[in-house]
């Protein structure tokens, strides 16, 4: 479940909250190209209110239709398929050959939605499970990552704590990378215990970033980082990058880079080898940061370290700048440099 889904089902809490009647569609099938992925979720109600999305928009204004002409599921979940047709798939906006079905179902307290809020609140894993036939919902925890699986009796969407980016450093650089990934559904955690505060206001302003003058490596140990987490060192400062270092590659986080010229990072693994970290951890290790874009600019090295954090993240394999001499990485402005 990505950051879009966990506003949706903020949303509805605050729509019923309002006295509205919501409905739930959730991507149940996709054949060939198609907008969204399997478990997306969009939520609308009888006064035209839309979070989320299935679709490029048409498929959402259709929903809004329907529901304005007085379509409601009842208690039985309603499925409904779209692009069964080359015409119909052009009216819909679908991609060529897509063809997209949707389970819809009106929100109750039998939909179980605050539970599932709040286990992912929680940072937990777990799977909502919809009987189909009867509209009955049940959220159960879970050890380990669940497959989506979606039958004719039955629809169960995984889901789990929110993709989160640990950034060591406010500085400008930081800025940017904070506009563009909180758009991407990523929550943001910003440490620098140096008093700098560089990311704008209106860039905090939200509940999905939040900022800390913890020491680094008491930071990492606090939040104890998971599949879920990506952890980027930015302050070109040793004192502090390496702080973090220690402790986020010994952690579970899936990805663990840090700023700096391949001599700099040089510089820094024959440090981190004086400590307890083994070989395999040090080799965790993403320096220079981010996709080999030939960025130079603070805000195209924001991107590139995006670019390599979600290829990641969406199960695509990249290499890392170490291992490919030939990219060069100039290391950005900032207030306090070391080599």
Avoid at 33 to 57: D, I, K, N, Y
Avoid at 195 to 204: F, L, M, Q, Y
Avoid at 300 to 307: C, K, N, P
Wanted: charged share 20%.
């Amino acid at each position: 479940m990505d950051g879009l889904d966990a506003e949706v089902l903020d949303a509805v809490a605050r729509w019923q909250a309002q006295g509205d009647d919501v409905l739930l569609a959730t991507v149940a099938r996709t054949w060939g190209s198609a907008p969204r992925p399997v478990g997306a979720l969009m939520a609308l109600t009888t006064r035209g209110r839309v979070a989320g999305s299935v679709s490029g928009g048409c498929i959402e204004d259709d929903l809004l239709a329907k529901v304005a002409g007085g379509f409601c599921p009842g208690l039985r979940p309603h499925v409904q398929t779209y692009g069964l047709s080359a015409d119909e798939a052009h009216r819909f906006g679908l991609p060529c050959g897509g063809t997209l079905e949707l389970v819809i179902e009106q929100v109750t307290p039998r939909s179980e939605l605050d539970a599932m809020r709040e286990a992912i609140a929680a940072g937990r894993l777990g799977v909502r499970e919809l009987d189909l036939l009867t509209g009955q919902a049940c959220v159960r925890s879970a050890a380990r990552p669940m497959a989506f699986a979606y039958t004719p009796a039955r629809l169960r969407v995984p889901f789990g704590p929110r993709w989160r980016i640990v950034v060591i450093g406010d500085g400008q650089l930081t800025g940017h990378l904070v506009n563009m990934a909180v758009p991407l559904g990523y929550q943001i955690v910003i440490c620098d215990p140096r008093g700098i505060h560089d990311v704008t206001p209106e860039a905090t302003r939200t509940p999905h970033v939040t900022r800390t003058a913890e020491m680094p490596d008491d930071l990492i140990v606090r939040l104890r980082p998971d599949g879920n987490t990506a952890i980027v060192a930015l302050t070109h400062d040793p004192k502090l990058d390496d702080m973090a270092l220690l402790e986020a590659l010994k952690s579970d986080a899936f990805y663990v880079g840090a700023i700096g010229s391949h001599r700099n990072q040089a510089s820094r693994r024959e440090r981190l080898a004086m400590f307890d970290l083994s070989a395999a951890q040090i080799a965790r290790l993403r320096g220079p940061v981010g996709l080999p874009l030939g960025a130079r600019t603070p805000p195209e090295i924001a991107l590139a370290i995006l670019a390599e954090i979600t290829a990641l993240r969406n199960g695509i394999d990249v290499p890392a700048l170490s291992s490919n001499r030939a990219t060069r990485h100039v290391d950005p402005p900032q207030r306090i440099c070391a080599a």
